[in-house]
């Protein structure tokens, strides 16, 4: 960051620059803070409103599997496939966004707007085609914002032409790309957290998991007699409970288990 207010300072020195009113600048970028801050907050509510149906979806597909309706789990499976898809374009542009405010807002202090402004238009571009299909209204307004960052840069003062910019342009797409990274970290693992794997079953699991389905309400499972009746070990049975109360598809207490 310091290289690069250097650089912009360094241009600054061999132009003739024409600075507009300060209020002017600070007007505009706190016009164009409003407009970011409205599609975080737009962004904010899909990505909930998609976790809450994502939730909803997954009891449904638990509920399915727990009546033994492996369709129906199915469908509500790739329902939920269907909204982590989206939900990772979402979180990535909400988390994008949310780096871009932060270097918006520190334009207040810097006024150093032309030498950022191609890394957060660039980001709002790569932003906006990703969403334009998920939340139109938002991908309309980012590209008012990429409008905005260009009165910004005239309102800096920077009127005259600086090729030299275009020198570099390696430096500033680094920045942007850095951006992107952390954003695709961060999303692997809240996506998982939100939208949880629909747990699935083994061969052994579902025979288990079948005899545990056929016997009568309020009946206490044996291990012995589910495994004679199922004709496998013991043991293989003991390791098919854990994993299906792991998978939240029965609860097994102590006395169940005998």
Do not use: W
């Not at 009113?21 to 962004?43: E, F, T």
């Not at 809240?190 to 009568?216: C, G, Q």
């Amino acid at each position: 960051m310091a290289r690069l207010v250097e650089f912009v300072r360094s241009i600054r020195r061999g132009h003739r620059v024409e600075r507009h009113s300060p209020d002017s600048y600070s007007s505009k970028l706190s016009s164009a803070l409003l407009v970011l801050n409205g599609q975080i907050n737009r962004l904010k509510n899909k990505y909930a409103g998609m976790e809450a149906r994502g939730k909803e979806y997954f009891e449904r597909c638990i509920q399915a599997l727990q009546a033994g309706d492996e369709g129906y789990a199915a469908i509500y499976a790739s329902e939920i496939a269907e909204l982590r898809r989206i939900a990772r374009i979402v979180l990535q542009s909400l988390i994008v966004l949310e780096q871009v405010r932060v270097r918006m807002e520190s334009l207040l202090e810097l006024r150093e707007i032309i030498g950022l402004a191609p890394v957060l238009k660039g980001l709002l571009e790569r932003v906006r085609s990703e969403i334009v299909n998920i939340v139109p209204e938002a991908a309309e307004s980012l590209g008012s914002l990429t409008d905005a960052i260009d009165s910004l840069i005239a309102g800096s003062g920077m009127v005259a032409n600086v090729p030299a910019l275009e020198e570099r342009p390696e430096e500033l797409s680094d920045e942007a790309v850095r951006i992107l990274d952390e954003a695709r970290t961060i999303i692997a693992q809240k996506v998982a957290e939100s939208f949880p794997d629909i747990p699935t079953l083994s061969p052994r699991e579902k025979m288990v998991y079948n005899y545990i389905s056929s016997l009568p309400e309020g009946s206490v499972l044996e291990v012995e007699a589910c495994a004679r009746a199922l004709g496998i070990p013991e043991g293989e049975v003991e390791v098919a409970l854990r994993k299906l109360e792991e998978r939240g598809l029965i609860e097994v207490s102590q006395s169940e288990a005998t």
